[in-house]
């Protein structure tokens, strides 16, 4: 779960009555710890920081941290412990020994397979399935991997110790340790796991790729000596763990590396050059004569959408990802340390922005910008504000496959965008060259094999062989794929497919009983979520944060105190003149208190 990095959402301090649940959840879930262990655990003096991340997956995960180390982290509403946690106490869990070399592969993200447990002579622990458990390494009590058995203990025995044993969440050396001070587990004898013996099993017995590996290793160190070097077993296992993070690292690295060889072999050099260019002027243009000193920090993606996309020339299309630089925040970091004529900084956790132009840079003051391309100039009020106008949103359909041979005659094909006055026009046409209005009833139209295959369904080919005009017009539509058209002022038009996604605004709880405004999608409809952000500060007096989308690159969320929904609704319909359609959540509004 922690093989790859996290990102943390907020850190905040342990109230005093979250502190007292924490206590209770501590020890229903770890019984075996004494009452002064859980005040070491838990203190009631000492700081205790709550922070909330989300893993790679998209997981919401709660970590507690004391003294800079996680203790615990809740998944599920489930507590369980970091290793720095069980370092302290090692026994407070069911624990299953392995060899060195198997935790190698626990840390590379796979599960503990029982061809790789050491039986010890007392036996195994009895657990239950699903029941939180620890790895630990052969003749060492320090807990090395945290998890959940895959099996009951009876269950295990009566499998023949094969198949998966322990499904791993956390170990030493991942992101999770990492996240604390990141020290090495202590040597803790085990006289009962010393004498253990691994039981004998059939090599051509296949478990899978994770457990034929674990087999393998233990297969490997068969033949060392019980209740020597336990030391070194627990010093190999560090070692190899964190070579087992290097290579991965560099096989990461690589694969970055063989992805990008893969798009520059489409890309031709010179066409990379040209690209180059292109970004080049784009982005000095939009510096000289778009940005104002008053609009910094800005965004780097409204920077891009905003500024240097409407600096493109007629006729050519700004592709970062055809350059050489790839991504934006490379060509802006080279920009900052080759040419410093801009400052780059990261305001909110994974969000860059332009916080420093500087406008007297040689690069900058020799460029000259060429005509300026035909778009609508964004017109500015008194007090040097943008004056905001709505997008032009016109509905529009993509000719399908399904579609495309009633549009042949009228020679569009697959992916042609039409409005639906030409689609009307088309289909009115064909349906008049082939003579298939019905003569008696003029609003009725005959089916012909074309339309048949087109327009209906299996169950329906026997059934209608007539249809109205309207219902004509409305099959049609349906079948093919849905286009948006976005024109704001000051850009380029901009064609998305699918359903229009709304301006979403959502109340969200955070804390004992604290309520926050979520605003989405506001990038889709041309307003800059620093400006809107910042109108809802003036108007609420309250605080207002900016934070990225979840699962996304450059699309970013506006946080603001309360329940301002009502607020919000007023600034987006009344000051920006967003249409009511396009805004989901207004009906969560709080209503008047009734007299």
Known sequence: MFTKAFRVKSNTVIKGSDRRKLKVD?????????????????????EINVVKVYAHKGDAITLYVLHKNPLFFELEKRLYPTVYMLWQYPNVLPSFATWAPVIQKIAGGADLMLPGVVVPSCGLPEVRQGEC?????????????????????AEMSSAGMKGRGVSVLHTFMDNLWAYGDKSCPALISDAETTGGEVLNRDENNEEGEGGEEQETNVGELSDCPNGQGVDQETEKACAEVEGLRLTKCESENKNE????????????????????????????HALKSKVKKSELPLLTSSFLRNHMFPCCPNGKQLDIKKSSYKKLSKFLQTMQQQHRVVRVKELTKGVESLVEVDWKNPVLRSFRAPAEPHVEEVQMTEDGEKTYHPPEITILYSVSARVEPLFREANKRKGTVLQPGEVRAIITEYVKANELVDENNKNYVHINPILCDCLLEKSEYHEVSILKWDDLFSRTLSKMQE?????????????????????DITVASRGSNKKVTLIKNLEMYGLDPIDVSAALQHRVQASAVLHPVPGTKDKVLVQIQGNQIQ????????????PRKYIQGLEKAQKGKKK
């Open 133 to 153: 458990c620890v790895v630990k390494v052969v003749g060492n009590e320090a807990p090395m991997a945290v998890g959940i058995a895959a099996m009951s203990t």
């Open 483 to 503: 286009c948006s058209q976005f024109v704001i002022a000051g850009q380029q038009p901009i064609m998305k497919k699918g359903h229009i996604e709304p301006i």
């Open 567 to 578: 607020q919000v609704g007023n600034l987006l319909l009344d000051r920006y003149h967003i």
């Open 257 to 284: 590396e063989e992805e990008e060889v893969n798009l520059d072999e489409q890309i031709s050099p010179q066409g990379k050059d040209e690209m180059d260019a292109l970004l080049l002027q784009c982005f000095l």
């Open 26 to 46: 501590v020890s229903t879930a770890f019984p075996l710890l004494s009452e002064s262990e859980l005040s070491e655990v838990v203190p009631n003096k000492e």
